[in-house]
């Protein structure tokens, strides 16, 4: 394997994330050991003191307990040391005022990854983008810690929060209720439930309707799920 695949490599949705040991500015991370039992976004950010980073991270922060809520816990990423970590922190907290946030903690935690050993082997190295900074990659991992998430966003561009919680609460209701979720499925609309997966069953949701679920055709039915 040439070193520039090795770069590109990345675990895909459905596979164990992989293993590493990392210090952070909340201690060492042992994953998946850390987390343990909780959801996980684990995301990546080109560099410390950057303008799009720092609304990334204020947006984060200033969501932080409504993913613990959801047993969900944010990991960061970039190849710069510890001490730009801690330092670029202090300054979100006591210099920066954006969108109506400041004095902001980032309380969760940051890693160290000079070695760039822990970007490679989540593929947050693109060398068509940089060979020395992260891509803003976010990856939404699961309780066994299977990757169930995978966004990809160029350094020009701020992410999505509310998409990544939205996302979260999505694959939770899945999981719970064994449904899916259409497009721009916010929580309290409508669910989806599971084509049917014969002739017999088919046959029998349309002539024999459940008056909870409305079906628009045999292979599309939508039913009501708890918010």
């Known amino acids: 394997m040439t070193e520039q695949n090795a770069e590109v490599r990345m675990p895909l949705i459905g596979d164990k994330a992989p293993s590493f040991r990392a210090v952070s500015t909340q201690g060492e ?90 970007a490679r082997a989540f593929g947050m190295l693109q060398p068509g983008a940089s060979s020395t900074q992260a891509v803003r990659a976010v990856f939404l991992i699961d309780p066994k810690g299977v990757v169930r998430m995978i966004m990809y966003y160029p350094s020009s561009t701020g992410r999505n929060m509310d998409e990544v919680m939205r996302v979260l609460i999505a694959l939770q209701t899945a999981d719970k209720h064994g449904i899916a979720t259409p497009a721009n499925w916010q929580p309290g609309d409508d669910v989806i439930v599971p084509p049917p997966g014969s002739c017999g069953t088919a046959k029998d949701r349309t002539a024999k309707p459940d008056p909870d679920v409305k079906c628009l055709d045999w292979f599309m039915c939508l039913k009501k799920c708890p918010k």
């Open 29 to 118: 991370i042992d994953f998946p050991k850390w987390g343990e039992g909780k959801w996980v976004v684990f995301f990546s950010h080109p560099a410390d003191f950057t303008p799009v980073c720092t609304t990334e991270f204020m947006t984060f922060a200033s969501m932080a307990e409504d993913f613990r809520k959801r047993n969900c816990e944010l990991l960061g990423l970039s190849i710069d040391s510890i001490y730009a970590h801690i330092a670029w922190l202090r300054t979100i907290k006591e210099k920066i005022e954006y969108n109506g946030m400041k004095d902001l903690e980032v309380n969760f935690p940051v890693i160290e990854d000079l070695k760039m050993d822990v």
